[in-house]
């Protein structure tokens, strides 16, 4: 199932299998720049890539690269061809919440908690 | 008067399910790489999720399955608000197939959707993950099949028994990217597909518009 994402991202270069005859090629890492700039730079790299594929004789099967900034998230995918952007952004907050009480109910404390969370207009 | 708790739509999935047991349909989506299956499913989901209960919690599931390390197309998805699960790093109709019945049995016992749309690899043959799920459930399995107009001919010419073979059980064919060639293009296509699969149903579409209901009727 769903592996679970590394928290602390461990830069391990891109990983190579093969698969079919298809070079599978992945890649996860963190870089200093903004997604705007990332959406600027990435499909022109992307296009010389397809391009060294066709080169060395070879068939693009895809391209797919996820950027995410803050909430904001784009996808980048080619085939061959354009390189097409797709907006994915999952604009979702974090919360990590403590709150301490010394009271006899620890139920009702729990349901306050849960239902300070439910009244909130999400 | 409805049941404490329950809703009368709620009730009525409770005693579906009494009746049919934990049944749920599957649908393999199949084709190959860039063919443009993630962007066909952000519209069938929707599509089927329209037709169970009103009150089913997760009408629809996606197994998202990738033969890379990272799940990207899990990403994009999930940012649609679908449920997804994903199987990464291996293809499930060979190197991952033994996750595949975990997983979907998972999907039953945690969500019991209605519908349980799973993704293959564009590497992968949907017959092979057919057969290995109907020797393990009873659910009913069908195959829809998307082919890249754009990129066919070279496809057919440069792997023709891979194409072949992952489209040689699916109930329907659905040409895609037909708005990036010409009508006289798609009319080869689908005479090329006609002659290798007689009397398959075959749907010229393109994906990255809206699609009309009918295209996906036949699949439920």
């Known amino acids: ?122 | 008067m409805p049941m404490a708790g329950f809703d009368r739509k709620q009730l009525q999935g409770v005693f579906r399910k009494a009746v049919l047991g934990a049944s749920m349909r599957i649908i393999i989506l199949g084709g190959f790489l860039g063919s443009g299956k993630t962007t066909f499913l952000m519209q069938l989901v929707p599509f089927l999720a329209q037709q169970c209960d009103a009150g089913e919690k997760y009408p629809v599931v996606v197994l998202e399955n990738e033969i890379s390390m990272t799940d990207v197309d899990t990403r994009l998805l999930e940012s649609r608000k679908m449920t997804v699960q994903s199987i990464t790093a291996g293809c499930i109709c060979c190197t991952s197939s033994a996750q595949l019945e975990y997983s979907v049995e998972t999907i039953r016992r945690e969500y019991a959707p209605q519908y349980l749309v799973i993704e293959a690899t564009g590497m992968a043959f949907p017959d092979l993950i057919q057969e290995n799920l109907q020797e393990r459930v009873d659910d009913p399995i069908v195959i829809a099949a998307l082919v890249d107009a754009f990129r066919w001919k070279r496809l057919k010419l440069a792997m023709p028994d891979f194409i072949k073979g992952q489209l040689c059980r699916a109930s329907s064919i659905y040409i895609n990217k037909t708005d990036l060639v010409s009508v006289r293009c798609v009319e080869q296509v689908i005479s090329d597909i006609q002659k290798l699969f007689p009397e398959r149903a075959v749907y010229p579409i393109c994906a990255g518009k809206p699609l009309d209901d009918a295209v996906f009727r036949h699949l439920l």
């Open chain 1, 1 to 122: 199932m769903r592996n679970t994402r590394n928290l602390a991202l461990v830069d391990t270069g891109p990983q190579l299998k093969q698969h079919e005859g298809a070079w599978v090629c992945s890649y996860e890492t963190e870089l200093p720049i903004t997604m705007e700039q990332a959406q600027q730079q990435l499909p022109p790299l992307v296009q010389v890539l397809q391009n060294q594929i066709d080169s060395a004789g070879g068939i693009v099967g895809h391209i797919k690269i996820h950027i995410s900034e803050q909430g904001k998230a784009l996808v980048l995918s080619a085939t061959g061809g354009e390189v097409n952007q797709i907006d994915c952004s999952d604009i979702r907050l974090a919360v990590d919440f403590t709150a301490i009480a010394i009271l006899q109910d620890g139920e009702l404390f729990r349901d306050s908690v849960e239902s300070l969370f439910i009244a909130l207009d999400v």
